[in-house]
């Protein structure tokens, strides 16, 4: 289509398959806060939408990086659970080192991961 996402309509869908849902934020979230979404099965979903200059790369997410990158995961019922578990373990961080562990681990496994399909290595995040 020619038109950006409509996260009630993603909501609907999701939210009816999987108990998720898509919250709007205007970009980047503090790890703390960012794994307190995924325990309770919210995705911070940044609603920017990038510059036509920047189509091919842009360093931070923006509504369709979100969308159609990550919230599609999210209807899968063994990922979205996995995905609020790792939220809720990751939120419960004692210290701001520990925090910064877990947030690394999920950039280098949820965010730019690999996946063990049909005996073949396959990227997704």
């Not at 940044?46 to 091919?56: G, S």
């Not at 809720?88 to 949820?110: I, S």
């Not at 399909?117 to 396959?122: I, K």
Request: aromatic letters at 12%; one cysteine or more; charged letters at 20%.
């Amino acid at each position: 289509g020619d038109t950006v996402p409509d996260l009630a309509k993603v909501n609907a869908r999701l939210g009816a398959r999987t108990g998720w849902n898509a919250v709007p934020v205007s970009g980047f979230l503090p790890a703390k806060e960012f794994f307190e979404c995924l325990a309770q099965r919210r995705f911070p979903t940044t609603v920017t939408v990038r510059p036509k200059h920047q189509l091919a790369y842009l360093p931070e997410p923006d509504i369709f990086h979100d969308v159609f990158g990550h919230v599609p995961l999210h209807s899968d019922p063994v990922f979205g659970d996995f995905l609020q578990t790792f939220g809720a373990v990751a939120a419960r961080a004692r210290t701001p080192d520990e925090t910064t562990q877990m947030a690394r681990l999920f950039w280098f496994t949820v965010e730019f991961g690999l996946i063990r399909e049909r005996d073949a290595t396959r990227i997704y995040g």
